[in-house]
């Protein structure tokens, strides 16, 4: 890669797996998807409980201290797995994606540490296990699903253009390669972005 003033960089990055996707096989709970796993913890504690465990959860996963330890111990960046629901789908400002992100690209900035925001799990889910929270409208066979993957890359690259820190996108983690509209999609997203 290179960066803004033409110089090369490699990365030598830290995964921050499991706070902005959840997936159950590293918290405990099997193979489980996000939904899985959310859908079980609300129905053991409750609506009040599983709603301050969500807040405290996004706020303090990941703090100025860990950012800061990923620069000491040598990295450059970070990668950033996020599931799209948090762009998507929700108004509180403790799940925003944009205010979660927008607070962890302050943080990455102070550490000069590069970030590459990665879309774990596309509307409807690109692959069917667990990893990508697949939904009964897949994204494959949905139209609409790939829009909004569409959309969302849009949103993101248009808000994050300016920002030197990002270094890349993970457009698609892991997408199942079995079908032939992955290239033509590809394409599409690309262009979009």
């Not at 000069?112 to 069917?128: C, R």
């Amino acid at each position: 890669m290179i960066d803004s003033a033409g110089k090369p960089v490699v990365l030598n990055s830290v995964n921050l797996g499991d706070w902005l996707l959840w997936e159950g096989w590293r918290m405990g709970c099997g193979f489980k998807s996000e939904s899985d796993v959310k859908k079980n913890l609300l129905a053991l504690v409750g609506k009040k409980t599983y709603d301050k465990f969500l807040k405290t959860y996004y706020a303090t996963y990941v703090t100025e201290k860990d950012i800061a330890l990923i620069a000491t111990s040598g990295y450059n960046s970070t990668r950033v797995p996020f599931n799209h629901w948090l762009f998507t789908q929700n108004n509180l400002d403790y799940m925003n994606g944009y205010n979660i992100v927008d607070s962890l690209v302050k943080r990455c900035r102070k550490n000069k540490i590069y970030m590459v925001l990665d879309l774990h799990t596309a509307p409807g889910g690109q692959t069917p296990y667990f990893i990508a929270d697949p939904s009964k409208t897949g994204f494959y066979e949905s139209a609409e699903n790939r829009q909004a993957t569409i959309d969302l890359w849009k949103a993101i690259a248009a808000r994050y253009q300016a920002e030197k820190i990002i270094a890349g996108y993970d457009i698609l983690n892991e997408p199942d390669t079995k079908t032939a509209d992955l290239i033509s999609f590809y394409k599409k997203l690309i262009d979009g972005i």
